[in-house]
């Protein structure tokens, strides 16, 4: 059961537009909403993250929308460079037993940037 | 580093071979998970682990996987007798241990299994 969906699955952007991937989940236990980056034979690493108390976060050229309402949310990307080029990973989550805190990832969207 | 440090970063089996995955956590992180991608697929969560303590592994297939995070030492994903659809990057994170974190997982740079 997938409780997270990701769109689109790839995304060509003109270096200087604006990305945008949407997110929706389903459990309204999820608290945390993180997104993050991965670089080919990398890791995943956190870009931005939001609580569900606040509608939009930003960071620099990233921006975090939040519709609790509609449990959706969604990543912006203004500017988009070249080194941007990577995949982008929602992900939900509720505080496990225990202090934890476990992800639930979409699917993945794959963004690359032209010159 | 005091990154997540995972090793190896890639591993060639032969069905039926075990696979042992090794993952050391950041320095004062007492949280580690584990979790696998496959070919253009998501990370999908196998277990979490405290140190001597598995938390919650229902993630993991009921057979062939298993998961230890050792008083001492590094956490180890256990793979035995494996086949060609283990094939996957593993990845462990983890996180610090301090009541209500901030959420942030931190990840390695995963191992790489081809099983032939």
């Known amino acids: 059961q997938q409780q997270v969906k990701q769109s689109p699955q790839s995304l060509i952007v003109q270096k200087g537009g604006i990305s945008i991937i949407n997110c929706a989940y389903e459990n309204t236990a999820f608290d945390y909403f993180p997104w993050y980056q991965q670089f080919p034979g990398k890791g995943p690493a956190l870009l931005i993250a939001?609580?569900?108390?606040?509608s939009e976060k930003k960071e620099g050229r990233f921006t975090i929308s939040f519709n609790k309402s509609a449990k959706q949310f969604s990543l912006h990307i203004m500017d988009s460079q070249p080194g941007d080029s990577a995949t982008y990973f929602c992900?939900?989550?509720?505080?496990?037993?225990?202090?934890?805190?476990?992800?639930?990832f979409g699917t993945g969207t794959q963004l690359k940037v032209e010159l | 580093n005091a990154g997540v440090m995972q090793n190896p970063r890639h591993l060639v089996r032969r069905r039926g071979q075990e696979a042992r995955l090794r993952c050391s956590p950041m320095?004062?992180?007492?949280?580690v998970y584990w979790y696998r991608q496959l070919p253009e697929e998501g990370l999908k969560f196998m277990v979490y682990l405290q140190k001597e303590n598995i938390i919650d592994e229902s993630g993991m297939p009921k057979e062939r996987f298993s998961a230890e995070f050792p008083k001492e030492g590094p956490s180890i994903l256990r793979i035995q007798q494996v086949v060609r659809g283990d094939s996957a990057a593993y990845f462990c994170?983890?996180?610090?241990?301090?009541?209500?974190?901030?959420?942030?997982?931190?990840f390695g740079e995963g191992s790489r299994l081809t099983v032939l």
């Open positions: 994170a983890s996180s610090p241990s301090t009541g209500r974190t901030t959420g942030e997982l931190f």
């Open positions: 320095k004062g992180h007492s949280h």
């Open positions: 939001i609580r569900p108390d606040v």
């Open positions: 992900a939900a989550s509720d505080i496990l037993t225990g202090g934890g805190n476990k992800l639930t």
